[in-house]
């Protein structure tokens, strides 16, 4: 069995982690569009609560957002919709958030336990950490909480495809010998 290098120990160490991991930042003009599904995550509450929140974790650059709420599509006129703006300033892992509370005189904001929220930005980078979505329908509490993890960056995608491709060329290539 072979050595394995120093050079290759270093590279998965040091280099994978970094490239398997895309960063969730929004530039201005771009949209993030989240459709989700309330499940129930506990017991019946007393509570009525009928809310959502959405987290940003503080950078140091400043950056604003509009985030609009939908209880079906985005084509609909949206149950909620704001500007969030960060003057900057801030470092991860600390967040800045902003949240609402429905009116309960009102039906649900989500009556099928499903909708979108769009997240759009508006100037600066902003990067999105979590939404959290709860209602309380007929004595049943339902909520979401969907923290924003990242697709695999262009690098990560690249990474695994070269390794795959020198994993099969070595297997064909083993395979050819013992013909």
């Not at 909708?115 to 959290?132: K, N, P």
Request: proline fraction near 7%; include cysteine; glycine fraction near 8%.
């Amino acid at each position: 069995m072979k050595k394995v290098s120093a050079k290759l120990i270093v590279f998965f160490l040091f280099l994978v982690p970094h490239a398997c991991f895309g960063e969730l930042f929004l530039v201005p003009g771009q949209t993030f569009t989240l459709n989700f599904t309330l499940l129930p995550i506990q017991a019946a509450q007393p509570s009525d609560i009928w809310d959502a929140q959405i987290y940003f974790l503080q950078t140091a650059e400043s950056w604003s957002v509009k985030i609009e709420f939908f209880s079906n599509a985005v084509s609909e006129v949206p149950l909620e919709s704001t500007t969030l703006s960060w003057p900057g300033g801030g470092s991860s892992p600390y967040t800045i958030g902003w949240g609402i509370v429905f009116n309960k005189e009102v039906p649900p904001p989500w009556p099928n336990l499903q909708g979108i929220v769009r997240v759009t930005d508006l100037t600066g980078i902003s990067e999105l950490d979590r939404i959290l979505a709860h209602e309380d329908v007929h004595g049943g509490f339902y909520g979401v909480d969907y923290v924003a993890i990242p697709e695999p960056s262009v690098l990560a995608v690249f990474v695994c495809g070269i390794v795959l491709f020198l994993r099969s060329a070595k297997l064909c290539r083993n395979v050819s010998h013992h013909n």
